[in-house]
């Protein structure tokens, strides 16, 4: 399993696709980090300046191109041994199924929801170097969210990997999560429901609650409560982990009986 | 029933059926793809669960739609086959157990109270000022919310939340929920109707009003005195009513002002009457319920008292050669003026008609604000704008937000720290021999509590009313819960010396008042109730043509 951890490593730092879905996904992240300067953010009267720390309560809405790009890297890291039948070589010089299948999926899983996890700090960074970090939340509620976002990626990436496994193509997990996000946004999934998919749990940490408060010269206020309750802690963290261990659970037994054509 | 629950049994059995046929086509055709089948029906599941939501009653469809995942772990057409038929099973179970449950779809009210507290407490501005007990607020009504929570009864989580509300005396603390469980919840709290509404004299005495047709040949019509109801005080048997506790006042006037209207709700199906008839002799009697629920009669009684002249909003009606009135039902007024707080068009519209009837002759306006709901401060701003005299003219003081503390700073004084006042200039269209009349009612709320205010200030208005307006003159948020709307007040709003505007304290005693508190007396009930006239309107006009 070591090998195969190794020369999947081996392959993804010389896989061309790879990169320039680094390098797309990091140009996404500085654009995303720029687009409120270039439209003037920093320069408007105070109390209404744009920031990287109101970015950050905002930033669900472009999780979902980090959700496409992680699908890109989760399929090419499952699905792309299949096309040239590296998968059907190691399985015939008896490598065991189950060392086959954890090997590239632990391993999309890690590096995807790390990919994932850079994309957002990227754009936050580049959001601060461009208008600053502002004074709507504390960098540490941002940090902690982000970090809480590890546990619906890496749910998200076994899902991805249960469904490379099952097409055996790399072009059709992002196509699915594609689809999945569609049907996730046109359902409206919220309220208890949200844990039940991984994008609503998704936006559920990155939800900032948040109340006004108004003068008649001042404008509007808002104001976040930085730390997401503790339910919603609590239940991110045990439906990302039931469902981890469900479509791995799933997507081995799949491997296990498949018959590699 | 749900319609993603319904959809999520229905493929629930069909894929049960379809695992029973795959399992035995499986053994004569083999293939690894017929696994794939076992696994759609859990994600079918969460797609539907997701959509329609997640409910403890659909729990034996969830885990059939699991269930099927035993074809997909062991191949095998006797495991496949009877983990179809344990998934059918179970799906059809969710049916009856959905249907026949209360819990259905259910909302903890009790966590729902919880949520929408604690949100309160937290936010809520006048907290300090009005010395809420949040302690004993919570201990008192945990019970009922739990109660709501046990008997899945929406309207006595209405009631609940609209009593506990009222304990605020601020009309922006509120709550909202569905039309249907209003109605109910209302129905009721306020009881049954014996065919009239008990109203408080200006002089102390209680009198029928809205009185039903059956009553009159038992000789109790508009204006007959109510000694007593069910051997009490109108006033005091107010208190047997639940209604009662749902309304809320924030100035101790205006409550005053509504006692003996809960009274003729109270009782069973039956109350005893003390009255005294037309030939000035106590009578008892008992009345019987005519089947109806009181609340319509109470609504109908309020209207005739309190609402404005019918009229569009914003719109100008001549009332003689020499007024014309101005009604204003809330103050929003376009799109512009309400999303981005742009009221030109309001204001170039307002100048040009009363330039015009200028033209035609009038030379007094009456503002009408009865019963108008509130919105904007700057729409306040730019009607006050247009009527002022000229010169500058003070209106509110903002409040100092502090950034770090996250809150506004009270001083050791009491008051809080101030962030500059908010000033305009006057445009004096009417001209300095135009008057104005200013018509409110105790349910002239939040910004029309600020043009009351405001333009009470100016020489050439007169406020003129039963009641003062509400007194609740404070920003105010929304919060939605699972049952319903909150709203509560979230942003100060003071005078210049840095002391709470308008709002009462535990006095309740508004900042607000009246120049002409018009007697609520047998005139006005004859007026209102037999001749259907708009008493306060013919009264303004009748003051400012005695005052010409």
């Known amino acids: ?261 | 029933m749900e319609k993603f629950d319904i959809t999520l049994i229905a493929l629930g059995i069909v894929f049960s059926i379809g695992g029973m046929i795959t399992a035995v086509h499986a053994e004569k055709i083999r293939s690894c793809k017929w696994r794939l089948y076992y696994l759609a029906p859990l994600l079918t599941g969460i797609i539907c669960a997701a959509a329609g939501g997640f409910d403890i009653c659909m729990i034996s469809a969830y885990i059939g739609m699991i269930i099927l995942l035993a074809g997909l772990f062991k191949p095998e057409k006797k495991v496949r086959m009877i983990s179809s038929v344990t998934a059918a099973v179970l799906v059809i179970t969710a049916l009856p157990v959905c249907m026949f449950s209360g819990k259905y779809h259910y909302i903890n009210y009790e966590q729902d109270f919880e949520k929408g507290f604690a949100k309160l407490k937290a936010h809520y501005v006048l907290s300090e000022d009005k010395e809420i007990n949040w302690e004993e607020l919570h201990d008192k009504y945990l019970p009922r919310f739990r109660s709501a929570a046990t008997n899945n009864d929406a309207a006595e989580n209405y009631t609940a939340w609209t009593q506990m509300c009222a304990q605020f005396n601020d009309l922006h603390v509120c709550f909202s929920a569905d039309e249907e469980v209003v109605k109910e919840a209302e129905e009721k709290a306020a009881g049954n109707d014996f065919g009239l509404v008990i109203a408080t004299l200006s002089d102390g005495r209680t009198v029928a009003i809205q009185t039903d047709d059956t009553l009159k040949s038992k000789g109790i019509h508009d204006g007959t005195e109510i000694i007593s109801w069910n051997g009490k005080k109108p006033s005091e048997a107010d208190k047997d009513s639940d209604y009662y506790y749902m309304k809320p006042f924030a100035d101790i006037d205006n409550k005053r002002f509504y006692e003996g209207w809960f009274a003729a709700g109270t009782g069973g199906d039956t109350a005893e009457v003390v009255y005294i008839d037309d030939d000035g002799n106590e009578q008892a009697i008992t009345l019987s319920s005519l089947g109806r629920p009181y609340i319509d009669r109470y609504k109908d009684a309020y209207n005739k008292v309190s609402d404005g002249l019918e009229a569009g909003h914003m719109s100008f009606t001549k009332l003689n050669d020499t007024t014309a009135c101005l009604r204003i039902k809330m103050m929003k007024y376009d799109s512009a003026s309400e999303n981005k707080d742009d009221h030109s068009n309001m204001k170039n519209e307002i100048r040009d008609s009363v330039l015009q009837l200028k033209e035609e002759g009038i030379k007094d306006i009456i503002i009408d604000i009865r019963c108008n709901s509130g919105g904007s401060g700057d729409m306040v701003l730019n009607i006050a704008e247009l009527f002022a005299p000229e010169g500058e003219h003070y209106y509110v003081t903002d409040a100092y937000w502090d950034k770090e503390t996250q809150s506004y700073v009270k001083q050791q004084d009491g008051t809080y720290k101030t962030d500059g006042d908010i000033m305009y200039s006057g445009e004096n269209i009417l001209g300095d021999d135009g008057r104005i009349v200013l018509l409110v009612c105790d349910q002239s709320v939040s910004a029309s509590d600020h043009l009351t205010h405001v333009l009470n200030d100016l020489d050439n208005v007169t406020v003129i009313g039963f009641t003062e307006p509400s007194g609740s003159a404070q920003g105010c948020s929304m919060l939605s819960l699972e049952s319903g709307m909150m709203t509560y007040s979230s942003s100060l709003m003071l005078n210049r010396d840095g002391s709470i505007f308008i709002d009462s304290g535990t006095d309740m005693q508004s900042g607000n008042g009246v120049d002409i508190k018009v007697p609520f007396d047998e005139k006005a009930v004859n007026e209102i109730f037999a001749e259907n006239n708009d008493y306060l309107m013919d009264y303004a006009l009748e003051y400012l043509s005695n005052t010409d």
Request: aromatic share 12%; hydrophobic share 50%; glycine share 8%.
């Open chain 1, 1 to 261: 399993m070591k090998n195969i951890i190794k020369a999947q490593l081996y392959q993804i730092s010389k896989m061309r696709v790879l990169r320039l879905v680094a390098l797309g996904g990091a140009s996404l992240c500085i654009l995303i980090g720029l687009v409120e300067k270039l439209n003037g953010a920093d320069a408007l009267d105070e109390g209404y300046l744009m920031t990287a720390s109101d970015y950050c309560t905002r930033c669900r809405g472009n999780t979902i191109f980090v959700v496409l790009f992680m699908s890109i890297v989760t399929a090419f890291i499952c699905a792309d041994d299949f096309a040239d039948k590296t998968a059907n070589h190691e399985i015939l010089s008896g490598t065991l199924r189950w060392q086959s299948y954890f090997a590239r999926a632990g391993l999309a899983v890690v590096i995807s929801t790390l990919f994932g996890q850079l994309m957002i700090a990227a754009s936050v960074v580049t959001y601060t170097l461009a208008c600053g970090w502002g004074d709507t939340i504390t960098v540490g509620t941002a940090l902690a969210r982000l970090l809480l976002t590890a546990l619906p990626f890496m749910r998200l990436n076994c899902f991805f990997v249960l469904a490379a496994f099952i097409f055996k193509k790399t072009f059709w997990v992002p196509i699915l999560a594609f689809v999945a996000q569609t049907v996730c946004g046109l359902l409206k999934v919220g309220g208890r429901s949200s844990y039940l998919t991984s994008i609503g749990t998704l936006n559920r940490v990155l939800h900032f609650e948040k109340w006004y408060t108004f003068g008649l010269r001042n404008g509007s206020r808002i104001i976040y409560e930085h730390a997401p309750d503790s339910r919603t802690v609590m239940l991110t963290i045990v439906s990302s982990i039931f469902f981890v261990v469900l479509y791995l659970a799933i997507g081995c037994s799949l491997y296990h009986g498949d018959d590699l054509n």
